[in-house]
């Protein structure tokens, strides 16, 4: 399926609720994940969970349970208290079927943000989310949490899949300039206004909405983002390429859900996998595509497959994000380390008495899987919850995914 075919809809509906136009779509309104209830049995699921694993926590089961369900039966909904909202986000990291990266979940950085509620005011929090996960290069794994969806007021939300995304600029000739995935969703901000550069790697800016504004558009500064120029350790011409990335890999259109609660707006980061830059985002053929004018500098025979130049031209590419990161002291992890990190994860979860859920074909890495530990095992699928999910009119819009999975373009 052309990936453009799949974001039209989505874009519909978004451009419905930026111009209010009823021949775009019957209800331009926001979009909610649900009704805003929050599911009791799943909310004494989670506190009793939270009481389990922290036995020091202040204050009574009961009585926190019994409020809970007042406050349910008052209102629809309940409030998390700090420490709920920070292991609940915790753990939705830990239940993250598809993410390689889960070792370190218990350290992740949570900012509450549920009293932010003006577009612009979430804008700046972005901003901030930004700049402290990036952390000059040091990455920090972080999730900012704002409102929640309440009953007949759905919380805040972004539309674009991550914080940091780049144009794609359809040409005369029907190629792109920049990202060829973003084409549609350029187009769309062109039209709300966007000035846009034309060039190959520029940010898109956030398309932020709440529940008494329509989307509204704000700038990513270029300041706050961080880019990696390619070099590679051997090819002096691979710089001439002119091709870069950015550090931080935010997702944004990911809905959070703990204890009953949905969190539409929940961003959140950890670093790159090699592999995520150098075998997809710059390699699939619906993106930048890079393989076919690597092997070209390369000087390898392009004219059958069994001479392997992709292969070879991909792990040359793969060498050259590894090697640019660790030149610019930007953290980032390759994947036979991250594959052997989460068997570490996998058997300190088994200690702890926990299972862990996980989707084999977005653990195992898409080079060189077969010859990573990873590869030669099963694994429960089992959706537990906390977690995060990608809501249906969303799910195409943007394909934002866990940070670490290798299927993450």
């Known amino acids: 399926m052309n990936p453009s075919d799949t974001l039209t809809e989505p874009l519909t509906r978004l451009r419905a609720a930026i111009t209010g136009c009823p021949h775009d779509h019957p209800n331009p309104g926001p979009v909610t994940s649900g009704t805003g209830r929050a599911d009791l049995a799943e909310a004494e699921d989670f506190v009793r969970r939270h009481h389990r694993e922290h036995p020091d926590q202040p204050g009574p089961l009961l009585a926190r349970l019994l409020e809970i369900r007042r406050q349910i039966h008052e209102t629809g909904t309940y409030r998390h208290t700090h420490d709920e909202l920070v292991f609940g986000a915790r753990v939705a990291w830990r239940n993250s079927s598809r993410c390689i990266g889960r070792l370190y979940w218990h350290s992740l950085r949570v900012l509450d943000l549920r009293d932010a509620t003006a577009p612009e005011e979430i804008h700046q929090h972005l901003i901030t989310h930004l700049r402290e996960g990036t952390n000059g290069g040091r990455i920090r794994p972080t999730i900012s949490v704002f409102a929640p969806d309440a009953p007949g007021r759905p919380g805040p939300r972004v539309w674009n899949d991550q914080l940091i995304r780049y144009a794609g600029y359809r040409q005369s000739d029907g190629s792109v300039v920049g990202d060829p995935a973003y084409a549609e969703f ?224």
Not at 203 to 216: A, F, G, M, N
Not at 218 to 238: I, T
Not at 284 to 303: C, K, S, V
């Open 186 to 409: 350029t187009e769309l901000v062109s039209r709300m206004g966007w000035n846009a550069p034309g060039g190959p790697f520029d940010v898109l800016p956030l398309i932020i909405s709440t529940h008494d504004t329509k989307p509204q558009l704000f700038d990513v500064p270029a300041d706050d983002v961080l880019e990696v120029p390619l070099s590679h350790p051997e090819h002096a011409w691979f710089a001439e390429l002119g091709v870069r990335w950015h550090a931080l890999p935010a997702i944004s259109n990911m809905r959070l859900r703990i204890g009953g609660i949905d969190y539409p707006l929940a961003p959140f980061n950890g670093w790159y996998m090699g592999t995520e830059i150098g075998a997809r985002n710059l390699v699939d053929e619906d993106r930048y595509d890079l393989l076919p004018l690597i092997a070209a500098r390369l000087g390898l025979d392009t004219g059958s497959e069994t001479t392997l130049w992709r292969d070879r031209a991909l792990v040359e590419l793969n060498v050259a994000v590894l090697h640019s990161f660790a030149e610019a002291g930007v953290k980032i992890s390759d994947h036979h380390t991250e594959s052997r990190r989460f068997l570490t994860h996998v058997e300190k979860e088994r200690r702890a008495g926990r299972t862990v859920p996980a989707d084999w074909t977005w653990i195992v890495p898409p080079v060189s899987g077969g010859i990573t530990p990873v590869f030669h095992r099963t694994y429960d699928q089992a959706d537990q919850r906390p977690n995060f999910y990608l809501d249906p009119e969303r799910r195409e819009l943007g394909r934002g995914r866990c940070p670490y999975s290798h299927a993450q373009p």
